[in-house]
């Protein structure tokens, strides 16, 4: 929710969208009939059993895939209609993602690969670095501006992939347990840079994790099962509350 | 630009894998560019002369069919051909092998050229001294070649271990069939003939072939004198150059040899252009995911692979001319400019085509979905 709990604008919505694969003769559902909206401000935690369908549904959200039946929609676009060119564009300057394991460019300093996403959307090598540093000085990593990945703690590392998602603005900022290899004060602090930014200026977060203590960040919880949204009694979805931050 | 960005900074980052794999392609670069120099050593060796002359047309009896060394043309062939209106001007020579021994040292194998004092017959240039004046004997202009690289102007030069000459002037890269060359004026050339084919008799005229200044395309030329003249046979310059013995043989069986060595290194590239890429593929994933084009990793994976290839280039074009300098002169290999810059261009557009070519099926397909954890169900 927003400051004043009132809920943002729409900035992405799911109508019955279902993913189904192909495995050799057998199709296999890992997503069925989802609905879902998310408005600015909010934080929505996607929380299940390993194979029901979370990172499927993120990777639907996210337009990393594109679903077999229903729609997905990220403001004025339907994300199913959108070529390959056009979903890497659309990822890159309005979807921000943070993965499990930080993905960072090796061979590139926290500060360029953080830069990294603004080159792909065309900003200049300098703004970007200029816009770069600001990002992770924000993000308390002031000394580590010039240090490899390889030289940065865990928790660092997923920091310097959070500023990278957040460079370009994004209007979604999408997470794939953020915090899986991280030890829970450093957990704590990345997700709660993260809850921070998912609320921030009318942006929309969605994290996936199976860590309660994560999910207690979140506005919502959104339970997955067998590949579909499970809603308890009364069409309620299960709150925050449910969750102990550990 | 971000491709090229990335490609640099990964090898900024890890200089000595980048080194190694330089390395490892420059060995078979090296291959390819020794034989190289070997074959166009082998090559230029046999057809100095040809290249010496400022002539673009080359005229053989029909029998001799091109090689210069059986032709048995006089210069009286060569009034008739001055007449034709696309022949500018025309020269004599005639080639006999021999020996030669410079200030009474040990005879080594030559051949003498006879030669008319006419522009297409003579060598453009001299390196130093002249030629021999016309009716003027006992003189020769000497390939520097001769003896070593130590024979000098003034020097005296024994032929067949008869007649003596005068070293007048030196000239350059004009070898024939691996044999430095002799120029002599008509007389001496005649003389030597006579003692060294015991058989011929005092030929007042050069016997061998007439060579051709055209004023039309020399191949044209070279077709309607065949046409008009069933008792001669012509050619360009680059057709007597072919019919040196042994030219082609060389110039096919070690270019085969090249392009054998050139595809392996090429498929060699291609393969470690491959292994990168499936080496960093859940990174080249999640940049995907994160909105970065197929393009874009392509273009980094061709710009790591065009320099490493300019790096195996220099290292191997370093231990070419090392190996050039060490080896002895009986090995005639020559690294040129042209070679280098020929076999390194060829070899490097069709290594950065290959390693495009081979990367971009896997990086088109890499899913960005993979880049979020869980497994469909």
Not at chain 1, 148 to 173: I, K
Not at chain 1, 205 to 213: C, E, F, K, L, S
Request: net charge negative.
């Amino acid at each position: 929710m927003s400051e004043t709990g009132v809920p943002g604008d729409l900035v992405i919505r799911a109508d019955r969208v279902t993913k189904v694969y192909e495995d050799g003769e057998r199709q296999v559902t890992a997503v069925d009939g989802v609905d879902l909206s998310v408005h600015a401000g909010e934080l929505v935690a996607l929380v299940g059993p390993s194979g029901s369908g979370k990172s499927t549904l993120l990777a639907l959200l996210g337009a990393l895939t594109v679903p077999t039946r229903g729609a997905v929609r990220l403001g004025d676009w339907d994300l199913g209609t959108l070529s390959e060119a056009s979903r890497t564009r659309l990822r890159a300057r309005h979807i921000g993602f943070v993965f499990q394991a930080a993905n960072l460019v090796p061979y590139l300093t926290a500060r360029d690969n953080v830069a990294l996403a603004g080159e792909l959307v065309g900003a200049s090598r300098r703004a970007s670095r200029r816009e770069a540093e600001g990002l992770l000085v924000e993000m308390g990593l002031a000394d580590r501006l010039g240090h490899l990945p390889g030289a940065l703690s865990g928790g660092e590392r997923q920091r310097v992939a959070l500023a990278r998602a957040l460079l370009v603005g994004p209007r979604l900022l999408l997470a794939d347990e953020p915090t899986a290899s991280l030890d829970s004060d450093r957990a704590e602090q990345v997700m709660g840079l993260l809850a921070g930014a998912a609320r921030a200026e009318g942006r929309a977060g969605v994290v996936v994790t199976h860590d309660p203590a994560v999910a207690a960040w979140a506005d919502r919880v959104l339970w997955l099962h067998d590949s579909r949204l499970v809603v308890p009694d009364g069409g309620e979805e299960r709150t925050v509350g449910e969750f102990s931050r550990g | 630009m971000t491709g090229a960005r990335l490609a640099l900074a990964e090898l900024r980052a890890r200089p000595g894998r980048a080194t190694l794999t330089s390395v490892g392609l420059a060995l078979v670069l090296l291959l390819a560019l020794s034989v190289t120099a070997l074959a166009d050593g082998l090559v230029r060796g046999s057809t100095g002369v040809l290249r010496a002359l400022d002539a673009d047309v080359v005229v053989t009896d029909e029998a001799a069919n091109h090689q210069l060394l059986r032709s048995r043309l006089v210069g009286a062939e060569r009034t008739a051909l001055l007449m034709r209106p696309d022949v500018a001007t025309a020269g004599q020579i005639g080639l006999v092998p021999t020996s030669a021994s410079v200030g009474g040292g040990a005879p080594e194998r030559v051949t003498a050229v006879g030669f008319s004092p006419d522009a297409p017959a003579m060598p453009r240039d001299t390196v130093d001294g002249r030629l021999p004046r016309p009716g003027e004997p006992g003189s020769a202009a000497v390939d520097v070649a001769l003896a070593g690289g130590d024979v000098v102007v003034g020097d005296t030069l024994s032929l067949a271990g008869e007649r003596e000459v005068e070293v007048v002037g030196l000239v350059d890269d004009a070898s024939f069939l691996q044999q430095p060359t002799v120029w002599l004026g008509q007389h001496d050339w005649a003389r030597l003939r006579q003692a060294v084919q015991r058989d011929a008799d005092y030929a007042e005229q050069l016997v061998g072939a007439t060579v051709l200044q055209s004023t039309e395309h020399p191949e044209a030329v070279a077709t309607a004198i065949t046409e008009e003249h069933d008792e001669l046979a012509v050619t360009t310059r680059e057709g007597a150059v072919a019919a040196v013995p042994g030219v082609s043989a060389q110039q096919v069986t070690l270019g085969a040899v090249v392009a054998v060595t050139l595809a392996v290194a090429v498929g060699l590239a291609a393969l470690i252009g491959v292994l990168q890429v499936l080496e960093r593929r859940a990174l080249l994933t999640a940049l995907r995911a994160v909105g970065a084009p197929a393009r874009t990793l392509l273009a980094s994976v061709a710009v790591r692979g065009v320099l490493l290839w300019v790096g195996a280039l220099i290292v191997s074009t370093a231990a070419t001319v090392i190996l050039a300098t060490v080896a002895p002169p009986s090995v005639p290999m020559e690294v040129r400019p042209v070679i280098v810059a020929s076999v390194g261009g060829i070899s490097l557009v069709a290594a950065t085509l290959g390693v495009t070519a081979a990367a971009w099926p896997i990086l088109s397909r890499l899913d960005p979905q993979d880049a979020v954890a869980e497994e469909p169900l």
